[in-house]
T-cell receptor, first 112, second 110 residues
């Protein structure tokens, strides 16, 4: 079956640091890959997505590239801000029925 | 647009009680689903629907029922609550390009 493994947290960085959150997956077929973000007390918001190999998803300075050869979809940002503090979830799914498989989430805290 | 709305925001039940978690969306999305979020386990799919009148089980369906009589509404029913159902429940909807999540219902079963 499908599964998603993402790096354990929590992750604490200083403002303006470079961010990488690792995500690897196992899946049958050709799933789409997603990163969702959850701010305190809120539901999940779609941050970015990629629907096929070598696609790069990007939004709000975050980006991730769908790497089929390494089955990875690592999230990166060049310069994080305090407002990026949240829990980040990697997920895979099929756009045809939107059944998503989530990773366990990585809590990110940015300190000024 | 209100997006995806969920009620109630918080709920405390006693073991054996029943209740319905409400979910509604005003975006005319065909796909709707229910997830539960537990510490260290990410989100797990309970039930989902690809359109009015069509529902199917997800990864953890036991103890939950759903129905989809309209495009807008997708209620989740707990028939006999158990402490293992203590969790945060999220409803989500989509047109097939990424899910929109509601704000969640925090449920505690004593």
């Amino acid at each position: 079956g499908n599964s998603v493994t993402q790096m354990e947290g929590p992750v604490t960085l200083s403002e303006e640091a470079f961010l990488t959150i690792n995500c690897t997956y196992t899946a049958t077929g050709y799933p789409s890959l997603f990163w969702y973000v959850q701010y305190p007390g809120e539901g999940l918001q779609l941050l970015l997505k990629a629907t096929k190999a070598d696609d790069k998803g990007s939004n709000k300075g975050f980006e991730a590239t769908y790497r089929k050869e390494t089955t990875s979809f690592h999230l990166e940002k060049g310069s994080v801000q305090v407002s990026d503090s949240a829990v980040y979830f990697c997920a895979l799914g099929r756009l045809i029925d939107e059944k998503l498989t989530f990773g366990t989430g990585t809590r990110l805290t940015i300190i000024p | 647009n209100a997006g995806v709305t969920q009620t109630p925001k918080f709920q405390v039940l006693k073991t054996g009680q029943s209740m319905t978690l409400q979910c509604a969306q005003d975006m005319n999305h065909e796909y709707m689903s229910w997830y539960r979020q537990d510490p260290g386990m990410g989100l797990r799919l309970i039930h989902y629907s690809v359109g009015a009148g069509i529902t199917d089980q997800g990864e953890v369906p036991n103890g939950y029922n759903v129905s989809r009589s309209t495009t807008e509404d997708f209620p989740l029913r707990l028939l006999s609550a158990a402490p293992s159902q203590t969790s945060v429940y999220f409803c989500a909807s989509s047109l097939g390009q990424g899910m929109y999540f509601g704000p969640g219902t925090r449920l505690t079963v004593l």
